[in-house]
């Protein structure tokens, strides 16, 4: 059985506040979400910042990769501003600062490894190992599957790095469409679950995936009638970006 929310934030506070911010996760705790997914990448002097693009542009203004910014660069960015005004100032928080956070407020996490071009390894290795620090009590006390975060990634590499690092953090494999392989590959990394983009998604796969015992996890699913119907296929839990018309309690 599914151990974690089925209805999670994607990137925070999905539309309403800016992506991978800590403002987005209390937007997000406003609408009554105690679950969250958010991207982590990692800083040129290796420490995991909250970032979904692995170049400036988009929500940061600037140009280059995120790689050659050192974390006190990052963290004294601007992640807010491209939003709107009332998010100026808004910075780039550490993966460590949104575990803090989540952790204070009772949030489960949805922890994708985004690493930048070249950095699989080391990515899913530093984030694992980091998370394995920061949930050691838990880990230590058998505490229940939910007080852990899931990881996830469209990484292999980064999969299997982190799980050498911390085997005891559950892992969800990430794909757009389910390719062929797809057991062998969750079986490799011995991970729980498949993540699927929805779009792609059929109503036999996920009979069979879920037949499989595996869990199954869809994004990024806005529309509340294809919400109802991928639960209806047995889909255990899905990110949306509309926090305001899907919330935490949907079904
Ligand atoms: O983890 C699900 C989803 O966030 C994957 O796509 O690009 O929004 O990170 P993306
Ligand atoms: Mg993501």
């Not at 491209?82 to 460590?96: K, L, M, N």
């Not at 996490?109 to 290795?125: C, H, L, S, W, Y």
């Not at 699927?196 to 994004?219: M, P, V, W």
Request: some cysteine; charged content about 20%; proline content about 6%.
């Amino acid at each position: 059985m599914w151990p974690y929310p089925g209805i999670i934030a994607h990137r925070g506070g999905g539309t309403l506040a800016p992506e991978n911010t800590l403002a987005a996760m209390r937007c997000g705790v406003q609408h009554g979400f105690r679950a969250v997914e958010f991207d982590v990448m990692l800083s040129a002097d290796n420490v995991p910042i909250l970032m979904h693009d692995p170049v400036f542009g988009r929500t940061i203004k600037g140009t280059g990769n995120v790689s050659d910014a050192t974390a006190g660069e990052l963290t004294r960015m601007d992640a807010g501003a491209w939003f709107g005004v009332q998010f100026a100032g808004e910075c780039v928080p550490t993966f460590e600062e949104a575990v803090h956070y989540c952790k204070k407020h009772h949030i489960w996490m949805n922890v994708e490894i985004k690493p930048a071009p070249g950095f699989d390894v080391q990515t899913g290795r530093v984030v694992a190992e980091i998370a394995r620090r920061l949930f050691a009590a838990e880990i230590a006390s058998g505490a229940p599957a939910a007080a852990l975060p899931l990881f996830s990634s469209f990484s292999f590499d980064a999969l299997a790095a982190a799980r050498d690092a911390a085997a005891e953090i559950p892992r969800g494999y990430l794909v757009d469409a389910i390719p062929a392989d797809w057991r062998q590959k969750l079986q490799a990394l011995d991970a729980i679950a498949l993540h699927t983009n929805h779009k792609k998604l059929s109503a036999d796969q996920a009979r069979e995936i879920k037949g499989q015992g595996f869990g199954l996890f869809c994004y990024t699913v806005n529309d509340p009638g294809r919400a109802r119907e991928i639960l209806s296929w047995g889909v255990d839990a899905f990110c949306t970006d509309r926090i305001d018309v899907i919330g935490p309690q949907f079904s």
